[in-house]
T-cell receptor, first 113, second 114 residues
Framework: AQSVTQPDIHITVSEGASLELRCNYS??????LFWYVQSPGQGLQLLLK??????LVQGIKGFEAEFKRSQSSFNLRKPSVHWSDAAEYFC???????????FGTGTRLQVFP | SQTIHQWPATLVQPVGSPLSLECTVE??????LYWYRQAAGRGLQLLFY??????ISSEVPQNLSASRPQDRQFILSSKKLLLSDSGFYLC?????????????FGPGTRLTVL
């Protein structure tokens, strides 16, 4: 069965530091992958998506993610974190032969000044 | 551009009372529509999805139901709420069926059942 794993429940970084949020997926074919961000009490906002092509994907707010088939990973990165990036981040994969998303359990990011 | 609305934003209801949450989408036609629930400290669980008016599929058995009376309107209902129905309910819309398009989420409704 397909699944998405976000190994880190909670990450704390200092403002200006680099960030990497991990996401591993279980999927037989080429997956469609997404990263969403959720601020407290808000809906989910799409950061970026990967369908095919270039394995390094650029998103909004200075985020990028790299698809690595050999590692079944789609890690989210940002070179310099801002205090406003504090939120919960969700990785998701489209379930095969459907357009339904399977979400990871999320990683909560805390940013210290 | 497309926008998605949900109301109410917050709701506090007693156990056993009925529920109606509404979701509407603007700026697109014949979208796929989805209802998700997010329980405290957990990920998102898909509850219902719809590919067209009157077409509803349920992902999990529960005391909730969904309806799609109009192309861009999706309603989540319950006849009698349970404590376990508390959570954050998110509506989303996506492209045509089978296209694996991106899903875009509404602002959510926070439901507390007491």
């Amino acid at each position: 069965a397909q699944s998405v794993t976000q190994p880190d429940i909670h990450i704390t970084v200092s403002e200006g530091a680099s960030l990497e949020l991990r996401c591993n997926y279980s999927y037989g074919a080429t997956p469609y992958l997404f990263w969403y961000v959720q601020s407290p009490g808000q809906g989910l906002q799409l950061l970026l998506k990967y369908f095919s092509g270039d394995t390094l994907v650029q998103g909004i707010k200075g985020f990028e993610a790299e698809f690595k088939r050999s590692q079944s990973s789609f890690n989210l990165r940002k070179p310099s974190v801002h205090w406003s990036d504090a939120a919960e981040y969700f990785c998701a994969v489209v379930r095969s032969n459907t357009d339904k998303l399977i979400f990871g359990t999320g990683t909560r990011l805390q940013v210290f000044p | 551009s497309q926008t998605i609305h949900q109301w109410p934003a917050t709701l506090v209801q007693p156990v056993g009372s009925p529920l109606s949450l509404e979701c509407t989408v603007e700026g697109t036609s014949n979208p796929n529509l989805y209802w998700y629930r997010q329980a405290a400290g957990r990920g998102l669980q898909l509850l219902f999805y719809s590919v067209g008016i009157g077409q509803i599929s349920s992902e999990v058995p529960q005391n909730l139901s969904a309806s799609r009376p109009q192309d861009r309107q999706f309603i989540l209902s319950s006849k009698k709420l349970l404590l376990s129905d508390s959570g954050f309910y998110l509506c989303a819309w996506g492209g045509t069926s089978g296209s694996s398009d991106t899903q875009y989420f509404g602002p959510g409704t926070r439901l507390t059942v007491l």
